[in-house]
């Protein structure tokens, strides 16, 4: 890695942070140049602009995110300890994987409609997310795990969306608790299609 590479990415580790806590429209310039100690120029002789910044950050967030979750997820072998891994890696959202919350909502709802390139982005980690959560579960019914009652989709599609929701109430009431129980739920759920 170059001196140059490795000061943008000094740039995207601390900007990611801030435009998680903060949202796109909400970072400053001058909240950048705070966090990094670096010059404008120095930031601006990495990106075009803010919205360069921004839409970078954006791709960093997500990148980081699906990296944390698939690390989770891959120490396991079962179909049915994948999905705990993740639900279980979203188990405390007053503390998550990266400060402010989880990327992935913060940024759709941000960007839903006010930037499309970032919508999209989202839009595609949010598909792929989906059909990976429904491939482990169809493997699952495969070999024998869960019965075939259990629709993959519809239950990667809850489980997606009851978490992401639920971190974000979490969030907002300052309390962990209720996705404790939440997350139990969706076990218990699951539990009742193995075999």
Known sequence: MTKAERTKR???EKAAPIYNEKGLAGTLVDD????????KGSIYSHFENKEDLSIQVA???LD????????????????????FAYLDFNKTPLNTYISGGCPIFNLAVESDDNHG???SKVCNVLTA???????????GIENGEFNASLDPEAYAFKM???IEGATVMCRNMNN???MAGLIESLKNELRAYEI
């Open 117 to 119: 390139l970032i919508k």
């Open 176 to 178: 962990d608790q209720p």
């Open 10 to 12: 000094f740039i995207l």
């Open 129 to 139: 997310s989906q059909k990976t959560f429904a491939n482990i579960l169809k493997a």
């Open 59 to 61: 791709d960093y967030l």
């Open 64 to 83: 980081n995110i699906c990296y944390g979750i698939g690390q989770a997820m891959k120490k396991e072998t079962s179909a049915k300890s994948k999905i």
């Open 160 to 162: 997606f969306a009851a």
């Open 32 to 39: 950048i140049l705070e966090a990094t100690r670096l010059t």
